[in-house]
């Protein structure tokens, strides 16, 4: 791969920057840094997805047609990179990133032309009904249930982990319509308005103290067979399709390198009583660099195979496994590098909302909220053990 910019492109480069520069204000700016979660809160995320969408740029992976910016490979790569070094806001990924390029791929006419757009402004606001008791690694053994009455469909059962969903007023949900040998081929993929008589939302309170996730519970909910994406009973291929989004459409090396950068700061700083001096956490802060630059090289890789239509297949496991392994160890070196100071620290979220003196400097305020928040990283998206298995299959033929 030639990595050097041409002009054309050192000149876009010059242009996200301005554009950035002009458009995200400093409450954004904090409220990125100081949320701990990698999903930001809606209404400093949706605010930011509002401006990208009046500037044409608010999806950028999707086709032109549909409203993306039709960017080049080496556009996209600098559009990301970018904004994680100025510390944008997430968008509402399950909607741009997930959903939408389902829609896309299987949607009906009247579908892309109802969601899409909405997707795009941020009117609309998703989570992702995939989880259950008993139903997350083997997903195939769902037992939410969607019985065929009329034009309708009735939905009873269960999700859970389902991250947003006290402020989403859309779900796309993986549901089974229909019994059979192999469990996979009874599984459709239903579009949910979060306002439907009978769901009701309850909180799931995680080792951090956030609310983040919920548990999601379905009491003969209606829903027109016309918000069913594709076939009845393929829903379990468009599902794995939207992971492989999911796993492996983003750019997650340039914000892991902006935290990596913000741990190294703290290690150089008084603050920590110089914490770099330390052989192990010199050593440390070096390995995590160096895996941060091996899974660009690989990110690189898919948003090439991306650009020209293609999913990134199988290898968005390996993104996915090596990102989550590598958010880990960053947050595990945050802890150590601040040392006994993370038992000040107040495991609670928005912290950006804080009404009062904070116990440390803002530097350091969300180094243990971000190592509690990221022990599900090895989880949600398909556990690792998972990610293992799809990449000895699909790659090694094992």
């Known amino acids: 791969m030639d990595l050097s910019f041409n002009a054309e492109e050192r000149a876009f480069q010059d242009e996200v920057r301005g554009f950035i520069a002009k458009n995200l204000t400093e409450e954004m700016k904090r409220a990125t840094a100081l949320t701990p979660s990698v999903f930001s809160d809606p209404d400093i ?3 930011w997805q509002r401006v990208l969408h009046s500037h044409g740029w ?26 994680a070094r100025a510390g944008v806001p997430n968008v509402n990924v399950m909607g741009v990133k997930m959903v939408g ?3 896309i791929g299987f949607g009906s006419p009247e579908q892309k032309n109802f969601y899409l757009p909405r997707i795009l402004s941020g009117e609309d606001y998703w989570c992702q009904g995939y989880s259950e008791p008993g139903s997350g690694s083997d997903l195939s053994s769902l037992k939410t249930r969607a019985v065929r009455d009329g034009d309708d469909y009735i939905i009873n059962g269960t999700k859970i982990w389902t991250t947003h969903a006290h402020h989403a007023n859309r779900m796309f949900a993986l549901v089974r319509t229909s019994d059979g040998p192999r469990q996979q081929d009874g599984i459709s993929f239903i579009l949910i308005d979060m306002k439907t008589p009978g769901i009701t939302t309850r909180p799931i309170l995680t080792i951090g103290g956030d609310h983040e ?4 519970f379905f009491d003969d909910v209606r829903v027109p067979v016309a918000n069913r994406v594709g076939e009845e009973g393929k829903g379990w291929t468009y599902g794995k399709y939207l992971l492989e989004f999911e796993r492996g459409s983003g750019i997650a090396s340039a914000k892991l390198r902006e935290g990596l950068k913000a741990i190294a700061d703290l290690a150089e700083s008084d603050l920590t009583g110089r914490a770099i001096d330390s052989p192990d956490i010199a050593t440390r802060i070096s390995e995590v660099e160096v895996d941060i630059d091996a899974l660009e090289m690989t990110e690189l890789r898919v948003l090439s195979a991306l650009q020209t239509g293609q999913n990134p ?3 968005s496991s390996i993104l996915k496994l ?4 590598i958010r880990q160890a960053v947050t595990r070196l945050g802890v150590d590098v601040i040392g006994h100071d993370a038992l000040a620290v107040e495991p609670m979220r928005p912290l950006y909302r804080l009404n009062h003196e904070p116990p440390m400097p803002e530097d350091m305020l969300t180094v243990v909220p971000e190592y509690l928040n990221g022990r599900a990283y090895t989880i949600f ?5 998972i990610q293992r298995d799809i990449i000895a299959k699909m790659m090694l033929g094992i």
Do not use: L
């Open 58 to 83: 608010g999806a950028p992976g999707w086709p032109v047609e549909y409203g993306g910016p039709d960017w080049t490979p080496a556009q996209r790569w600098i559009f990301e990179t970018e904004s």
């Open 381 to 385: 998206g398909g556990t690792s053990e």
């Open 101 to 103: 390029p389902v829609i």
């Open 45 to 47: 995320g949706m605010a």
């Open 322 to 325: 090596r990102n989550s392994e």
């Open 213 to 216: 996730v919920n548990q999601v």
């Open 313 to 315: 297949g199988a290898v």
